[in-house]
């Protein structure tokens, strides 16, 4: 079967069980979150047998044990070198669009946070995934919130997991600080023998020259992004911003590797694959969000090749 930049319409526990073991370089992909909005995709039917659009189960655990279920097939397709990026959002109970198959759990966590993120990574490390990084994507244009008894919620969480503990990850640097190069200018003023980020004065003072020098371009990379949402104008409702998968494309996949989202949407995973010279393939249940990502790369292509 050639995958290499195509779109399957279907859902992905059934998808991925007919596809070859480790071909996939990386994951990058949001699933639907629990009991926040109903995608209208046809009903699949649970190795549990419960019939139902995935989010919408009548509890947490049980779209956790989907939803993990999908991630066992996708570790089966993914390289033992292979990495994988989830984006997931918390639900705080007593929210629930009123779906009436989850009413009855509202004595239990009205008003609470049901911490599904960490309930997920948990359930993925007791099946083999090992859990990288926890990033916080931080959203500075995020919108209000009424409420008064509690924070505005401005973050959302990207997961980052590998299969081994050798995998592919190509390093990522942020810029010093304007003060880090005058530190640097200034030359490191410890003592001998005391230490300064775990490198003796010596090893910090050849450090210090090889910033000023320009040999060494940055620091690495730290969890917290700060990312605005970005708004979206056709129909999809769940669009992640392009530069939140920018990062984790670059890190975790060779250039001319291929990128696979198991919950493609609008496409967005598929543009930034091309746009970093990586193949994506993706898995998509409703059909219209399937057409609406193959018009997204159409007219991204068009315009490429007009550039
Ligand atoms: C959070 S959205 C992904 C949005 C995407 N990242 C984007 O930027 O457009 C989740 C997507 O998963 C799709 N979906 C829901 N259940 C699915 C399933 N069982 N198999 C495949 N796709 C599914 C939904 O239709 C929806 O488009």
Not at 65 to 94: A, M, P
Not at 181 to 189: N, P
Not at 237 to 265: H, N, S
């Amino acid at each position: 079967m050639d995958l290499i930049n195509k779109l399957i319409v279907g859902d992905s526990l059934n998808s991925l069980r007919k596809l070859p073991e480790g071909f996939v370089d990386c994951v990058v992909t949001s699933p639907p979150y629990w009991a926040l909005r109903n995608y209208g995709t046809n009903p699949v039917e649970w190795p549990d047998g419960w019939i139902g659009e995935l989010g919408l189960e009548p509890s947490f655990e049980q779209y956790i044990t989907h939803l993990c279920d999908i991630f066992d097939e996708i570790k089966r397709t993914l390289k033992n070198s292979g990495t994988c990026w989830v984006n997931i959002g918390d639900t705080y109970g007593g929210n629930w669009m009123g779906l009436s198959n989850i009413r009855h759990l509202k004595n239990r966590c009205n008003k609470s946070l049901l911490l599904i993120p960490f309930r997920f990574a948990l359930e993925m490390q007791n099946r083999g995934w090992k859990v990288r990084n926890v990033i916080i994507w931080q959203k500075p244009n995020c919108t209000p919130q009424s409420m008064k008894d509690r924070f505005t919620v401005d973050f959302e969480y990207l997961f980052f997991f590998v299969k081994s503990d050798k995998y592919y990850f190509e390093q990522q640097l942020e810029p010093f600080k304007e003060s880090s190069i005058k530190r640097c200018q200034g030359g490191c003023s410890r003592n001998k023998g005391e230490r300064y980020q775990g490198l003796s004065k010596k090893n910090y003072d050849k450090y210090q020259q090889k910033v000023l020098n320009g040999e060494v371009k940055g620091k690495n990379k730290r969890a917290v992004w700060n990312i605005p949402t970005s708004p979206f104008r056709g129909a999809h409702f769940a669009v992640y911003p392009r530069k939140l998968i920018e990062t984790p494309i670059k890190a975790g996949c060779p250039e001319g590797g291929l990128v696979l989202d198991p919950f493609m949407g609008s496409g967005t995973t598929a543009l930034v694959a091309e746009k970093l010279n990586r193949n994506w393939f993706g898995i998509e249940l409703n059909p219209e969000y399937a057409r609406m990502a193959e018009g997204r790369l159409y007219t991204a292509r068009e315009k490429q090749n007009a550039a």
